[in-house]
């Protein structure tokens, strides 16, 4: 397991371990280190007192070349069980007498310098041997550091066993100490978990001091306060959502029901408006069958025959707006192209014994008409095709009769009936003629707001502007 997945608290206690620890052998490390460094200099001080003293015996052997009273001073040496070697050098640097614990024969190192030379395991020392201030030979001096060793091994057995007791002191202090900082971060934890779970921001984690953790509970608590407070908002909001949502479904169920019984009551009214439609279509179709019927009986009466015929054609022509509305799903609009192709054939049908090679021609855009438009401009086509077919081609000759309907740009319409026959009298005024046929158009145009306009040079053209604004000026007479 890696360092920082361990728990809180036992990485608590490792830091107090490893810093007491750390601690505690760094000063005993110091302290080894300073006493090392303290025997090694006592020994090299009494290695040059012992060395100066053996010198200060030898003088006298040196001086009388004596060296068997030389090795004698040197030997006493085998007190200090530290000297390994001694020897003394004439002031030549040749060997005089020589001393070695363990060997017989020994070579020692000639002098070099003066001073201690320190080593791994010895200490070599050269000093001067001084007679009335002049120099005349040097001796030499070999100690071991076994006992610096020694010294050294068991002072690293004491850091050791110092280490150990630091460790278990700093572990038990550690335990006991460790709640301090850990315990209030598990509270806080426990707290974190129950609000994760359980959805309570009305719990708080306990303050035990003013120290960073306790700011950092106190931050705590006061972001679970603001939590707790936008929940309680949320919960409110949510609550009077739930109250609307409930609101809106009742009122959108009695929305449906009344949509329902709308619905009901337009297809009853649907099917009455039709039945209606039928009925009067019927009704007019009777009106024009009695006509038909009553011509028939004044056929020697020409006249009288010729209005019953008309009278008959303009209550079909009506009859026809009504078949046609209740024959489609639009009740209340008629398909002006399906209705004046129907009308104009209807016509040609009727005229067929008086008129001669005659060309009805229709042309008429996919526009649709409500019923106070469609009777009268049927009306109207009912005239002027009637009045085109009984009088613009006598003698039966042959001609092209058109009947067009447009959309304009400003939005109203433009009727048009044109012939190729032998046209309208020049003295014959349309608004003032005198004959029921044109008097019925100049009023239902006037109803439909439309003006009329004849063109009389090829045949008979009549055109009407209608479904735009009224002309006041055509009209006011």
Known sequence: ???????????????????????????????????????????????????????????AALAFDDPVDALETLTALRAEKHIVSAAIFDQDNE?????????????????DSMGAVLYDDRIDLFRPIMLDGEHIGTIFVQSDLLELDARVHRYAQIVVLFLFVSIIVAVLIGFRLRSVISDPIMRLLQVIQQVS?????????????????????????????QIQQRDE?????????????RELQVELTERERAEGRIRSSLLEKEVLL?????????????????????????????????????????????ALVHEHLYQTEDLARIDLAQYL??????????????????????????????????????LIINELVSNALKYAFP???????????????????????????????????????????????????????GTIDVDRTEGTRFVID???????????D
């Open 395 to 449: 003698d039966k000759r042959p001609g092209e009769l058109r009947v067009t309907l447009r959309g304009l740009e400003s939005g109203g319409y433009e009727l048009s009936v044109a012939d190729d026959g032998v046209g309208l009298p020049e003295a014959l005024d349309i608004a003032t003629a005198s004959t029921l046929g044109l008097q019925l158009v100049t009023a239902l145009s006037r109803q439909i707001h």
């Open 233 to 245: 908002t949320l919960v409110h909001v949510q609550e009077e959502l739930a109250l609307r949502a």
């Open 1 to 59: 397991m890696r360092l920082r997945d361990i728990s809180i608290q036992h990485k608590l206690l490792l830091i107090v371990v490893i810093t007491s620890s750390a601690a505690v052998l760094a000063a005993c490390m110091a302290f080894v280190a300073f006493d090392f460094l303290g025997t090694r200099d006592a020994l090299s001080r009494r290695l040059v007192s012992l060395a100066d003293v053996v010198g200060a015996n030898s003088t």
């Open 274 to 318: 039709k039945e209606i439609h039928h009925r009067v279509k019927n009704n007019l179709q009777i009106i024009a069958s009695l006509l038909d019927l009553q011509a028939r009986q004044v056929e020697h009466e020409t006249a009288a025959t010729a209005s019953l015929v008309d009278s008959r054609n303009r209550v079909r022509s009506m």
């Open 466 to 476: 209608f479904g735009g604004q009224p002309d006041e000026e055509q009209w006011a």
């Open 95 to 111: 060997r005089f007498a020589a001393f070695h614990r363990d060997l017989e024969h020994f070579d020692p190192p000639l002098p």
């Open 197 to 225: 779970e359980d959805r309570l921001y009305s719990v708080r984690a306990p303050k035990h001091a003013n120290d960073e953790l306790g700011e950092l509970i106190e931050g705590f608590n006061l972001m679970l306060g």
């Open 341 to 378: 192709d129907e009308l104009c054939r209807n016509l040609t049908s009727s005229f067929g014994e008086v008129i001669g090679a005659v060309n009805l021609h229709t042309h008429v855009e996919d526009v649709a008409f409500d019923v106070d438009t469609a009777i009268p401009l049927g």
